[in-house]
């Protein structure tokens, strides 16, 4: 699959023919590869590739013979007619499973360009079926994070995103803001008929708009959990085994582990899935006085990592003294882990803590489960399935700082501060815009969606 | 066959979009005839007595600055004046006046027929003149033809007219005129598509049957302002009165509002919203317990008292029963009960930007046949209609407003360019650039077309562009002028306008406050106190759309881009690829001539208008 480079979409996607041809599935060797092709023309292509094919007997599929444009056979394949507008694209469509070798894959694509299709551009077809009203902005963005979401909670935000969830989100947020115009807007016209400005009225609707607007902001932080992994910092004071148990979660050898203590000066990142989730996971120098300078620096981007992280995992072994755990995390969840339990004698566990022991491997399914809890609690804080991401979190940042700074008392200026408002929010479902904007969203996307 | 004459153009009606039309085009030089049904009923308000409004009064301000009749009219034929929306910033101010009808119609009717080159002709006019597909000229009812290279139609509700008034329904083009049956089915068989719109007006009441002390009395405006820059001063002749209906009248409708013809299925045609009759009122809003009512004499000599707020077509006797129960009311003669009009209009898609038919050469719309309401959308589209049929017979560049630099231009692009259900009024709200469309700067933005026009005279231009001169000149030295909180200037500032301040900051920025004492300010600051009132305000007033003024600038800047790429006119949407069905449906259902007009298309996405413009820069290659 290639990704594509922004610059030159837009003209690559107006300028070309009109019907378009793709591989829809990954590159390299498979069992079967999916071919599309959409575009007013795609009777006529199928009609010369795959002259037996009937386009009427649509959304089913056909055992076919593809042909080239010399009329040698291809391959036996699967085809698919769709009809617009019941088809992704909203166009005539036509979906073939050819034998995953390249030669036929390629072949078959060469045979639909001898016959007048164009060689799709990166997101092409989603990007038709934004043009045909099949997908607003906001689920045709989803589509690409489907693709290539890797966790359960990736695929559900994605998925809930492309049902048009947040979509909806969205245009309630739009009704409220143009009921606050159509308000205004009413008082500055109608002002012979003796209607009054309700200021009241319209502040109340401003903060209706401004509570949907924070609701919809709470998620970032979700979104950005959900789609860029949720950080787990492991600090702890040198020699506590933060590596040992780091390996332990990651289940590979990924930091070096040894008795001396200060062996990690970096910070060592992993990915793993716990409760559906991306972790990344991350080792750091040990938290203590030192005077040799590559261990400061460690701790100074211990300190760092704890600081950015969403969760921390505390660790404190059982042989230290308890009176001495470091506050490093006093606005994150934070795991209280006592480590080298083994050592721990006849010490009682203390409450708030779990306990584990890498030698022993007890408590370690026990302190898998508290992480799984907590980063449960971390992406769904807000029990619903709505994350927003960044552009969105930019969009309705605006849209809140108009709507602060709007001016009542002058009621044609408070419009206008609405008027800014709303065109924040309908940027962000793509009624309003510019190419620039549309092209870095599809940028992201490969040849073939 | 009887020969008219031959002239430059022919005007048919002379209502307010008839006058302006052929006026303006009789001053621009050509030969114009405007026929109508009665001389009598030149420049007539069938409906309200009153002129200007808020978007209406906007409206007005541009074509007294571009030369137009009908602000200098109402200023002569006026007897309130009052400017509403006062208490907010000059964007919204709407002059209105209410006028006295006989006068008004008196004054148009001897301007017209002093004009030199204008030919007023009474008659009927019963179809067109056409050759090889192009009209070039009307036929009249007694036969006379009068052959033209452009004729406007500006008939009002006469096409195909229906008059309501309970369960009697005759025809009528107005009350007590006879409608225009023959010339409808003359546009439809040119290809016109019409439509079917509705309209009502309230009953008028005999002045001295009020109880005039349960009424309130609503005075003009201290000090009246005319509308136009011709008149220099008017003045206040009457007072209006207000009063509200009860709530029997609530049941009083309720109780007979089968027996409306809009709830009975009797009228088809779609009705403005804004403009609701008091059934509609009472239907749409249940929880409203009272309705404001405006008593507005509709002139000096008369006993006609016009019922503002009680449109209705409901049957006579439960019109007098609702009148009966409003207080100030009980004991009011009836002169004529209200009514509603069944009309044919023209849907506007079908002309250009110039009002032209796109199909139909040598033939123009303009005012209520278009579709819109009121006496100032009319004059506005007669005004541009006339003007545009000189310019394009001397085969000169057309005069296309932008609506981003005028209410005509709003009027003309929301009409041409988008679909309509009921009337079109103009509000304030339907311009994106509100804070730059002041009736405030009216003068500055289009006094100059008017003089390139011939209709404004130079030196009139010149004593206009002193003021907004000095106007700029007041807001820069405001804005540059910087204020150190030390004590000296606090107390000078306090003394000045009331107001403290403990930052550094511009007399501008201070101005923009709410808490500023602007009376005061007026008189103390020496860049204030040059000005006269209204300048006064006005430069307070834009001192406080700072910022989103510069946001319209640039907003306007990107449109006018866009206005530079012209659309081929043998463009085929259908053969573009990547546009979706519903744009290509609106691409060639309105034509857009630009680029500008195509992004404003209802249903036209980002994506769609970027097709468009990447099909444009290759040139047309394909064709």
Same mark, same amino acid.
């Given at each position: 699959?290639?990704?594509?480079?922004?610059?030159?979409?837009?003209?690559?996607?107006?300028?070309?023919?009109?019907?378009?041809?793709?591989?829809?599935?990954?590159?390299?060797?498979?069992?079967?590869?999916?071919?599309?092709?959409?575009?007013?023309?795609?009777?006529?292509?199928?009609?010369?590739?795959?002259?037996?094919?009937?386009?009427?007997?649509?959304?089913?599929?056909?055992?076919?013979?593809?042909?080239?444009?010399? !009329?040698?056979?291809?391959?036996?394949?699967?085809?698919?007619?769709?009809?617009?507008?019941?088809?992704?694209?909203?166009?005539?469509?036509?979906?073939?499973?050819?034998?995953?070798?390249?030669?036929?894959?390629?072949?078959?694509? #060469?045979?639909?360009?001898?016959?007048?299709?164009?060689?799709?551009?990166?997101?092409?077809?989603?990007?038709?079926?934004?043009?045909?009203?099949?997908?607003?902005?906001?689920?045709?963005?989803?589509?690409?994070?489907?693709?290539?979401?890797?966790?359960?909670?990736?695929?559900?935000?994605?998925?809930?995103?492309?049902?048009?969830?947040?979509?909806?989100?969205?245009?309630?947020?739009?009704?409220?803001?143009?009921?606050?115009?159509?308000?205004?807007?009413?008082?500055?016209?109608?002002?012979?008929?003796?209607?009054?400005?309700?200021?009241?009225?319209?502040?109340?609707?401003?903060?209706?708009?401004?509570?949907?607007?924070?609701?919809?902001?709470?998620?970032?932080?979700?979104?950005?959990?959900?789609?860029? !992994?949720?950080?787990?910092?492991?600090?702890?004071?040198?020699?506590?085994?933060?590596?040992?148990?780091?390996?332990?979660?990651?289940?590979?050898?990924?930091?070096?582990?040894?008795?001396?203590?200060?062996?990690?000066?970096?910070?060592?990142?992993?990915?793993?899935?716990?409760?559906?989730?991306?972790?990344?996971?991350?080792?750091?120098? !040990?938290?203590?006085?030192?005077?040799?300078?590559? #261990?400061?620096?460690?701790?100074?981007?211990?300190?760092?990592?704890?600081?950015?992280?969403?969760?921390?995992?505390?660790?404190?072994?059982?042989?230290?003294?308890?009176?001495?755990?470091?506050?490093?995390?006093?606005?994150?969840?934070?795991?209280?882990?006592?480590?080298?339990?083994?050592?721990?004698?006849?010490?009682?566990?203390?409450?708030?803590?779990?306990?584990?022991?890498?030698?022993?491997?007890?408590?370690?399914? !026990?302190?898998?489960?508290?992480?799984?809890?907590?980063?449960?609690?971390?992406?769904?804080?807000?029990?619903?399935?709505?994350?927003?991401?960044?552009?969105?979190?930019?969009?309705?940042?605006?849209?809140?700082?108009?709507?602060?700074?709007?001016?009542?008392?002058?009621?044609?200026?408070?419009?206008?501060?609405?008027?800014?408002?709303?065109?924040?929010?309908?940027?962000?479902?793509?009624?309003?815009?510019?190419?620039?904007?549309?092209?870095?969203?599809?940028?992201?996307?490969?040849?073939?969606? | 066959?009887?020969? +008219?004459?031959?002239?430059?153009?022919?005007?048919?009606?002379?209502?307010?979009?008839?006058?302006?039309?052929? %006026?303006?085009?009789?001053?621009?030089?050509?030969?114009?005839?405007?026929?109508?049904?009665?001389?009598?009923?030149?420049?007539?308000?069938?409906?309200?007595?009153?002129?200007?409004?808020?978007?209406? +009064?906007?409206?007005?301000?541009?074509?007294?600055?571009?030369?137009?009749?009908?602000?200098?009219?109402?200023?002569?034929?006026?007897?309130?004046?009052?400017?509403?929306?006062?208490?907010?910033? *000059?964007?919204?101010? +709407?002059?209105?006046?209410?006028?006295?009808?006989?006068?008004?119609?008196?004054?148009?009717?001897?301007?017209?027929?002093?004009?030199?080159?204008?030919?007023?002709?009474?008659?009927?006019?019963?179809?067109?003149?056409?050759?090889?597909?192009?009209?070039?000229?009307?036929?009249?009812?007694?036969?006379?033809?009068?052959?033209?290279?452009?004729?406007?139609?500006?008939?009002?509700?006469?096409?195909?007219?229906?008059?309501?008034?309970?369960?009697?329904?005759? *025809?009528?083009?107005?009350?007590?005129?006879?409608?225009?049956?023959?010339?409808?089915?003359?546009?439809?068989?040119?290809?016109?598509?019409?439509?079917?719109?509705?309209?009502?007006?309230?009953?008028?009441?005999?002045?001295?049957?009020?109880?005039?002390?349960?009424?309130?009395?609503?005075?003009?405006?201290? $000090?009246?302002?005319?509308?136009?820059?011709?008149?220099?001063?008017?003045?206040?002749?009457?007072?209006?009165?207000?009063?509200?209906?009860?709530?029997?009248?609530?049941?009083?409708?309720?109780?007979?509002?089968?027996?409306?013809?809009?709830?009975?299925?009797?009228?088809?045609?779609?009705?403005?919203?804004?403009? *609701?009759?008091?059934?509609?009122?009472?239907?749409?809003?249940?929880?409203?317990?009272?309705?404001?009512?405006?008593?507005?004499?509709?002139?000096?000599?008369?006993?006609?008292?016009?019922?503002?707020?009680?449109?209705?077509?409901? *049957?006579?006797?439960?019109?007098?029963?609702?009148?009966?129960?409003?207080? +100030?009311? $009980?004991?009011?003669?009836?002169?004529?009960? %209200?009514?509603?009009?069944?009309?044919?209009?023209?849907?506007?898609?079908?002309?250009?930007?110039?009002?032209?038919?796109?199909?139909?050469?040598?033939?123009?719309?303009?005012?209520?046949?278009?579709?819109?309401?009121?006496?100032? $959308?009319?004059?506005?589209?007669?005004?541009?209609?006339?003007?545009?049929?000189?310019?394009?017979?001397?085969?000169?560049?057309?005069?296309?407003?932008?609506?981003?630099?005028?209410?005509?231009?709003?009027?003309?692009?929301?009409?041409?360019?988008?679909?309509?259900?009921?009337?079109?009024?103009?509000?304030?709200?339907?311009?994106?650039?509100?804070?730059?469309?002041?009736?405030?700067?009216?003068?500055?933005?289009?006094?100059?077309?008017?003089?390139?026009?011939?209709?404004?005279?130079?030196?009139?231009?010149?004593?206009?562009?002193?003021?907004?001169?000095?106007?700029?000149?007041?807001?820069?030295?405001?804005?540059?002028?910087?204020?150190?909180?030390?004590?000296?200037?606090?107390?000078?500032?306090?003394?000045?306008?009331?107001?403290?301040?403990?930052?550094?900051?511009?007399?501008?920025?201070?101005?923009?406050?709410?808490?500023?004492?602007?009376?005061?300010?007026?008189?103390?600051?020496?860049?204030?106190?040059?000005?006269?009132?209204?300048?006064?305000?006005?430069?307070?007033?834009?001192?406080?759309?700072?910022?989103?003024?510069?946001?319209?600038?640039?907003?306007?800047?990107?449109?006018?881009?866009?206005?530079?790429?012209?659309?081929?006119?043998?463009?085929?949407?259908?053969?573009?690829?990547?546009?979706?069905?519903?744009?290509?449906?609106?691409?060639?259902?309105?034509?857009?001539?630009?680029?500008?007009?195509?992004?404003?298309?209802?249903?036209?996405?980002?994506?769609?208008?970027?097709?468009?413009?990447?099909?444009?820069?290759?040139?047309?290659?394909?064709?």
């Amino acid at each position: 699959m290639e990704m594509a480079s922004s610059s030159g979409l837009s003209s690559a996607l107006v300028g070309g023919a009109d019907t378009i041809v793709a591989r829809s599935s990954p590159a390299g060797r498979g069992g079967l590869a999916l071919i599309r092709v959409s575009g007013r023309e795609t009777r006529a292509l199928a009609a010369a590739v795959i002259p037996e094919l009937d386009m009427d007997r649509g959304w089913r599929a056909s055992l076919v013979e593809l042909r080239s444009s010399g !009329g040698e056979r291809i391959d036996r394949a699967v085809a698919i007619p769709y009809r617009n507008p019941r088809s992704y694209t909203g166009e005539d469509m036509l979906e073939v499973m050819v034998h995953g070798s390249p030669w036929i894959i390629r072949a078959t694509i #060469e045979a639909f360009v001898a016959a007048g299709a164009r060689r799709a551009g990166p997101g092409e077809f989603t990007r038709r079926a934004v043009a045909n009203g099949k997908l607003d902005l906001v689920q045709a963005e989803a589509v690409n994070e489907l693709i290539s979401a890797e966790t359960a909670w990736q695929a559900r935000v994605a998925r809930a995103q492309i049902d048009g969830r947040l979509s909806r989100e969205f245009a309630e947020l739009q009704a409220t803001l143009v009921d606050l115009l159509a308000e205004i807007e009413g008082a500055l016209d109608f002002a012979q008929h003796d209607i009054p400005f309700d200021v009241e009225s319209a502040e109340k609707r401003r903060r209706r708009a401004l509570n949907q607007i924070g609701a919809l902001l709470a998620t970032a932080s979700r979104g950005r959990r959900i789609r860029d !992994g949720v950080r787990v910092v492991i600090v702890g004071p040198p020699n506590s085994g933060k590596s040992t148990l780091f390996n332990l979660l990651v289940g590979q050898e990924r930091a070096i582990v040894s008795p001396h203590p200060g062996t990690t000066r970096d910070v060592v990142e992993a990915e793993l899935e716990v409760a559906g989730v991306r972790l990344i996971l991350k080792d750091t120098a !040990g938290l203590g006085a030192t005077s040799d300078p590559v #261990e400061r620096e460690g701790v100074r981007r211990a300190m760092g990592a704890a600081a950015d992280a969403d969760a921390v995992l505390l660790l404190w072994p059982a042989d230290g003294a308890r009176d001495a755990v470091p506050a490093a995390a006093e606005n994150q969840p934070t795991l209280r882990v006592r480590s080298k339990w083994d050592l721990a004698g006849a010490e009682e566990v203390p409450p708030g803590w779990t306990v584990v022991s890498c030698r022993t491997g007890e408590g370690v399914g !026990g302190l898998r489960d508290a992480l799984s809890r907590m980063v449960e609690a971390e992406v769904a804080d807000l029990g619903g399935e709505i994350a927003i991401a960044e552009r969105h979190r930019r969009g309705l940042e605006v849209a809140a700082a108009e709507l602060e700074g709007a001016d009542f008392a002058l009621p044609e200026v408070g419009a206008e501060a609405v008027r800014g408002a709303l065109e924040a929010v309908r940027e962000l479902t793509g009624e309003v815009g510019t190419e620039d904007l549309l092209d870095r969203i599809f940028s992201e996307f490969c040849i073939g969606k | 066959m009887t020969v +008219g004459g031959d002239f430059d153009l022919v005007v048919v009606g002379a209502g307010h979009a008839g006058c302006e039309a052929a %006026g303006a085009a009789a001053r621009m030089g050509a030969r114009v005839a405007v026929v109508t049904l009665h001389k009598r009923t030149i420049a007539q308000m069938p409906c309200n007595p009153a002129m200007g409004g808020i978007g209406k +009064g906007h409206l007005l301000a541009e074509v007294d600055a571009l030369g137009g009749f009908q602000g200098w009219a109402a200023d002569r034929a006026g007897i309130q004046f009052k400017t509403l929306n006062v208490s907010r910033g *000059p964007a919204v101010w +709407g002059p209105r006046a209410q006028c006295d009808k006989a006068r008004y119609s008196e004054i148009m009717r001897r301007v017209l027929s002093g004009l030199p080159r204008l030919t007023i002709v009474e008659g009927e006019v019963i179809g067109l003149l056409s050759d090889d597909g192009a009209v070039v000229g009307v036929r009249l009812a007694d036969g006379r033809r009068f052959r033209a290279r452009s004729t406007i139609l500006t008939t009002g509700t006469f096409l195909g007219g229906v008059l309501h008034s309970g369960d009697e329904r005759r *025809p009528g083009g107005r009350f007590g005129e006879r409608p225009s049956i023959g010339l409808g089915a003359e546009l439809v068989g040119l290809g016109l598509v019409l439509r079917r719109f509705k309209t009502g007006t309230p009953p008028r009441l005999k002045r001295s049957s009020l109880d005039f002390d349960r009424l309130e009395v609503q005075h003009g405006d201290r $000090e009246p302002r005319p509308f136009s820059w011709r008149s220099s001063s008017v003045r206040n002749r009457i007072s209006c009165w207000l009063t509200r209906t009860p709530e029997r009248v609530q049941t009083i409708i309720e109780e007979n509002i089968h027996r409306s013809p809009l709830f009975s299925g009797a009228i088809e045609g779609v009705g403005p919203r804004y403009c *609701p009759s008091i059934e509609d009122k009472v239907v749409r809003f249940p929880h409203h317990r009272e309705h404001t009512v405006f008593l507005e004499p509709e002139g000096l000599a008369t006993e006609s008292v016009y019922v503002n707020g009680l449109s209705t077509s409901l *049957p006579h006797d439960v019109q007098e029963a609702v009148v009966h129960a409003v207080p +100030g009311l $009980e004991a009011a003669e009836f002169l004529r009960h %209200g009514y509603a009009v069944e009309y044919d209009m023209v849907a506007p898609g079908q002309v250009g930007m110039d009002l032209g038919c796109r199909d139909v050469p040598g033939l123009a719309l303009a005012g209520q046949v278009l579709g819109t309401s009121g006496y100032e $959308e009319a004059a506005a589209l007669g005004f541009l209609a006339g003007a545009n049929a000189v310019l394009r017979g001397r085969g000169e560049d057309l005069f296309h407003p932008a609506r981003e630099d005028s209410y005509l231009g709003v009027l003309v692009d929301d009409l041409v360019n988008r679909d309509h259900v009921e009337p079109y009024r103009m509000f304030t709200s339907r311009a994106e650039h509100r804070l730059l469309l002041g009736v405030d700067s009216a003068r500055e933005r289009l006094m100059g077309q008017g003089v390139r026009l011939g209709l404004v005279r130079p030196a009139a231009f010149h004593v206009e562009q002193n003021r907004w001169n000095a106007r700029s000149r007041a807001k820069a030295m405001l804005e540059g002028m910087n204020l150190n909180p030390d004590r000296a200037t606090r107390e000078a500032v306090v003394q000045a306008c009331g107001i403290e301040f403990t930052s550094p900051a511009t007399w501008a920025q201070l101005l923009r406050r709410q808490d500023v004492d602007l009376d005061r300010a007026g008189r103390n600051i020496p860049e204030l106190s040059s000005l006269n009132d209204e300048d006064r305000r006005i430069v307070v007033g834009s001192l406080r759309y700072e910022g989103y003024l510069d946001r319209h600038r640039r907003e306007i800047e990107r449109v006018r881009r866009l206005r530079r790429v012209k659309l081929p006119g043998d463009l085929d949407p259908g053969a573009i690829p990547g546009l979706s069905r519903e744009v290509v449906e609106q691409l060639e259902r309105h034509r857009p001539v630009t680029l500008a007009d195509a992004e404003r298309l209802p249903g036209m996405t980002p994506a769609a208008t970027a097709i468009l413009a990447g099909r444009l820069a290759r040139g047309g290659a394909d064709s």
